[in-house]
């Protein structure tokens, strides 16, 4: 019978989205602990002893495994690398697996040296699998298509993991998205309705967070926080009484529609919760390309007057971009460049549209004989789409990299930050504490930033700051400090652009060498005991 289990969370590559380099700053080491995990494994017998390596944090010493009955393993796409090397380990000492999350999810019949698949949603799947486990009758492939009430969700287990290491806990509210945009697989994955916990629910989970003494920032790691507008509100209502009761310990962040900036009640609660920052899906400026993509929510705003307004609620707007629609004219990157510095976002993710499996996306250009290989899962350093775009691929890639050339130039990017800091206001619900920590990072940011090729641009925009809003000084500072790994991740990508090109003679194969070799898969195999192939722990 079991009675030790490993939790192995795989490493995720360096990218945009990892700040590894401005972690460094604050004595992190990444940015979330792995929530899926932690929650399956409040759903595992109480009698278990359960343990847990995040490969973001610590090595794994293979030497552990024999001490353990099985493995468990989520991930998402981007981290398959690291996923498959974990599970070849296993293979080697003997040791079963179960894997789940969104890779597994999406390509389980391709992955090799797992045992056991538990996919979709694992408060449906993971109980048949514990009882078949329990009987010595465990089927290879555990799905369903059944979207359960998040009532039936655990209360995470913070308590079997150290969050020292990481700048901020995800909790999750709600899943499902009201939206059908055609690249997207949140609605494949969660649906179209999106479910929530209650308030009490939710505050039970925060109150779970703040034993462990962890007091800085809380991301609810919903696709969109606001699908279901009223239950958001009810939530933010009652996190304001909480964050009164506690004396405001934490910051939140969050992903949301644009359409956010529409209902000023919802604005204000999300600022009067502690609210600092909101992720929103805004692709692309070109109407054509958003009404392609189905994203047509977007078309129906002004969205950088919508962008202001969410800024001047307190909240700083983080953006993601997409170039290389069906749609996109000619001139897309300079459209998007003109965008992005109007619109005051610093942190501008822009990446080449990828084809995630099980969207509308992917089947359309299956059945268009377009699709060149499975998508790796990282947009923004595979320099080339997983499919044949209308726009010539050598046009597409050098675009983009001269795009982001562009925005991460210091002095462009300052520029953003200034915007941002004249709109947000002075008096926030959370203001960052100057502890010692705080005060090592910005002798660092000075140390590091202000002896920098890019030093005027640094100074200027922190005197700047001083002069306009010398309350948000804290907020620069945190600001130029992820700045440093914006820049430092857009040369590394430009020194390897450049030595590629070097490389090949011919700009076809250049293309061809930045896209994945993974074939790509339409049909699975396998047995499955349930009833279809999506989601995941």
């Known amino acids: ?126 109980p048949k699998f514990l009882h078949d486990l329990e009987y010595g009758i465990p089927h290879h492939v555990y799905a369903s298509k059944e979207k359960p009430p998040l009532d039936i969700t655990p209360i995470p287990r913070f308590d079997i993991i150290d969050l020292t290491p990481y700048s901020s806990v995800p909790l999750q509210f709600s899943r499902g998205c009201p939206y059908n945009c055609e690249f997207c697989d949140i609605i494949s994955l969660f649906g179209r309705v999106p479910r929530t916990k209650s308030p009490q629910q939710f505050l039970a989970e925060l109150d779970a967070v703040y034993a462990t003494g962890f007091r800085e920032s809380i991301f609810i790691v919903d696709d969109n926080f606001i699908g ?185 990017y300052f520029e953003r930050c200034l915007t941002l800091i004249k709109r947000i206001p002075e008096e926030r619900k959370v203001y960052r504490q100057f502890t010692f920590k705080e005060f090592k990072a910005l002798m660092l940011s000075f140390i590091k930033q202000g002896f920098s090729g890019y030093s005027i641009h640094y100074f200027k925009f922190l005197l700047n700051t001083l002069r306009v809003r010398p309350k948000l000084f804290s907020e620069a500072i945190a600001l130029a400090i992820k700045g440093y790994h914006l820049f430092k991740i857009t040369e590394l990508l430009l020194d390897n652009y450049n030595k590629s090109l070097k490389e090949n003679e011919h700009a076809d194969t250049f293309a061809q060498s930045f896209t994945a070799t993974m074939p790509v898969t339409t049909t699975g195999t396998g047995i499955v005991h349930t009833d279809n192939q999506q989601g995941g722990i």
């Not at 700053?25 to 343990?51: C, R, Y």
């Not at 509100?233 to 009761?245: C, G, H, P, V, Y």
Request: glycine letters at 6%; charged letters at 20%; aromatic letters at 10%.
């Open 1 to 126: 019978m079991i009675k030790r289990v490993l939790l192995i969370y795989p490493e995720i590559p360096i990218t945009y989205w990892s700040f590894k380099y401005s972690l460094e700053f604050i004595g992190k080491k990444a940015v979330f602990p792995p929530l899926g995990l932690l929650t399956v494994a409040a759903m595992l017998p109480k009698d278990w002893e359960v343990n847990v390596i995040d490969l973001n944090i610590s090595a794994l010493d293979p030497e552990i495994l024999p001490e353990y009955d099985m493995v468990f393993i989520s991930a998402m796409l981007v981290q398959q690398e690291s996923f498959n090397y974990v599970t070849s380990l296993c293979k080697k000492y003997n040791i079963p697996v179960v894997a789940g999350g969104p890779y597994p999810t999406s390509l389980w019949h391709s992955i090799p040296n797992v045992d056991y698949f538990v996919l979709n949603e694992a408060e449906v799947t993971l």
């Open 228 to 412: 279901n507008k009223a239950k958001a509100k009810e939530l933010l209502k009652a996190i304001i009484e909480w964050q009164i009761d506690h004396s405001y310990p934490f910051s939140f962040q969050t992903e949301a529609s644009v359409n956010l900036a529409h209902d000023e009640e919802l604005m204000q609660l999300m600022y009067e919760a502690g609210f600092d920052m909101v992720f929103l899906g805004i692709e692309t400026p070109v109407i054509a390309s958003l009404k392609s993509a189905g994203k047509t929510q977007n078309t129906k705003e002004d969205l950088l007057e919508n962008i202001s307004l969410i800024q001047q609620h307190g909240m700083e707007v983080s953006g993601g971009f997409i170039v290389g629609f069906d749609d996109d004219p000619e001139d897309v990157f300079d459209l998007q460049k003109e965008f992005i510095q109007s619109s005051g976002i610093p942190i501008a993710m822009v990446g080449i549209l990828d084809a995630l499996p099980n969207t509308r996306l992917y089947q359309r250009l299956v059945n268009e004989g377009r699709l060149l290989c499975e998508s790796n899962g990282n947009n923004t350093h595979k320099l080339a789409p997983n499919f044949i775009p209308k726009m010539p691929v050598n046009k597409l890639i050098d675009g983009y990299i001269q795009l982001l050339k562009t925005i991460y130039t210091p002095k462009y």
